[in-house]
């Protein structure tokens, strides 16, 4: 399993709460990602989120990135994306 972990700063608090029913109502991800799982992480006071994205292989992992590197954020206020970073995932609990 490997993760696509991608980190946006400067968000508007209240356009959390929009993305988060946006992505509710999909039925999966998003054209061309052959993820398994999606995450969010908020942080609102600070105006930052994490979305981290899990694929079952590397070539997977790479084929989501990039179709997502071609997407823009989900709703206006997102922030700027300031990284994206690449991971095996090496133990998953509790799932």
Not at 60 to 79: C, F, S, V, Y
Request: proline residues 7%; glycine residues 10%; aromatic residues 8%.
């Amino acid at each position: 399993m490997y993760a696509r972990v991608a980190t946006f700063e400067g968000v508007e608090p209240d356009q959390v709460d929009l993305a988060v029913e946006r992505m509710g109502q999909e039925a999966g991800p998003p054209p061309g990602v052959p993820g398994k799982r999606f995450m969010m992480l908020a942080d609102k006071n600070n105006r930052k989120t994490m979305a981290i994205g899990f694929f079952e292989t590397e070539e997977d992992l790479h084929t989501g990135d990039a179709a997502l590197n071609t997407m823009d954020p989900p709703t206006t206020g997102m922030g700027r994306r300031t990284s994206v970073e690449f991971y095996e995932v090496a133990v998953e609990l509790g799932v």
